[in-house]
């Protein structure tokens, strides 16, 4: 299967500021991609659909000036939780799909974020 | 209605026994369907596609009733390793079920 790299694979940050997750399809291009976030014991909630070069469709509830979402080439795109609170503490989770696949997507291995 | 609605459970069988778990969409022009596994605080992976017809890898049986708009997975023969939560995708938009959490044991 194809290969999806998530980074960082957790991280620990303060109430108020902002952190980055990158998610790297490393040898197919990913048209599109895939954000999610998973509370325990929950479903995984869909949060954006990103295609490359297109600005993300948000799901609705889905703040998009919280959660800002950058799919600038075939092999990168990354969430970024601005000004987050404990309340955005979950598992964050991309996946990528690529045309020449069919409908496959390919998760990377998750970001579990915890705000202090 | 949710897009995807799955029975959370958890289903608990012994080893050996045969457990089904079913999934309801509502969209009715949706095309492709997948059969997630995930394990616990980790990514999910793919278990199978479900195709029209119905298709079985080992064993594992997914199915498809268009007309009823719902989709199954039969296992066969449990075994330890296959307690996992099993979630159900609609493919077009890759919408994800609640998830049917199930645990073999001995």
């Known amino acids: 299967g194809a290969v999806v790299s998530q980074h960082p694979s957790w991280v620990i940050c303060k109430s108020g500021t902002s952190v980055k997750i990158e998610c790297r399809s490393l040898d197919f291009q990913a048209t599109t991609m895939f954000w999610y976030r998973q509370f325990p014991k929950q479903s995984l909630m869909l949060m954006a659909t990103s295609n490359e070069g297109s600005k993300a469709t948000y799901e609705q509830g889905v703040e998009k000036d919280k959660f800002l979402i950058n799919h600038a080439s075939l092999t990168l795109s990354t969430l970024t939780v601005t000004s987050a609170h404990p309340e955005d503490s979950s598992f964050y989770i991309c996946s990528a799909r690529s045309r020449d696949r069919g409908a496959e997507a390919f998760f990377g291995q998750g970001t579990r974020l915890t705000v202090v | 209605r949710k897009e995807v609605e799955q029975d959370p459970g958890p289903f608990n069988v012994p080893e050996g026994a045969t457990v089904a778990f079913n999934c309801t969409y509502s969209?009715?022009?949706?095309?492709?369907f997948f059969w997630y596994r995930q394990d616990c605080r980790k990514e999910p992976k793919l278990l199978m596609s479900?195709?029209?017809s119905g298709n079985e890898d080992g064993r594992f049986t997914a199915q498809l009733n268009r007309a009823s708009q719902y989709i199954s997975l039969l296992i066969r023969d449990s075994k330890l390793s296959d307690s996992a939560t099993y979630l159900c995708?609609?493919?077009?938009?890759?919408?994800f079920g609640t998830g049917t959490r199930l645990q073999v044991f001995p």
């Open positions: 995708v609609v493919a077009d938009k890759l919408i």
């Open positions: 969209n009715s022009a949706s095309q492709s």
């Open positions: 479900v195709y029209s």
